[in-house]
């Protein structure tokens, strides 16, 4: 069975760094294109970070280009959201999902909400 669990969460003041981590069990992760989703309250999921299987070419959003970097460590089954100079904008709940289908186009395409498979989420809050 395909599970994903996040990890990394917590409080953070602006400008400071925190690296989540997402780990893959019942599955290989590097076979799957990954993607890092933020949930701010009352906003809509949007995909900041994605990775696509084979090339392991990546996306981000203008938001977060320059200070998020998503990679992997294939031996520990594991994806990875490094971050850098949060400010409040970035708080939210984090989700690592597992996208699902067979074909896709672009990682640009494949970095939103449809067709996952999703961890529990984990809280990020950046403030003084």
């Known amino acids: 069975q395909l599970q994903l669990v996040e990890s990394g969460g917590g409080l953070v003041q602006p400008g400071g760094s925190l690296r989540l981590s997402c780990a893959a069990s019942?599955?290989?992760?590097?076979?799957?294109?990954i993607g890092w989703f933020r949930q701010a309250p009352g906003k809509a999921r949007e995909g900041i970070a994605c990775i696509n299987k084979n090339d392991d070419s990546t996306w981000y959003p203008d938001s977060v280009k320059g200070r998020f970097t998503i990679s992997r460590d294939n031996a520990k089954n594991t994806v990875y959201l490094q971050m850098s100079s949060l400010n409040p904008e970035d708080s939210g709940v984090y989700y690592c999902a597992a996208d699902l289908r067979r074909y896709i186009r672009t990682v640009q395409a494949m970095c939103t909400p449809a067709n996952k498979a999703w961890g529990q989420g984990t809280q990020v809050t950046v403030s003084s």
């Open positions: 019942g599955f290989t992760a590097d076979n799957y294109a």
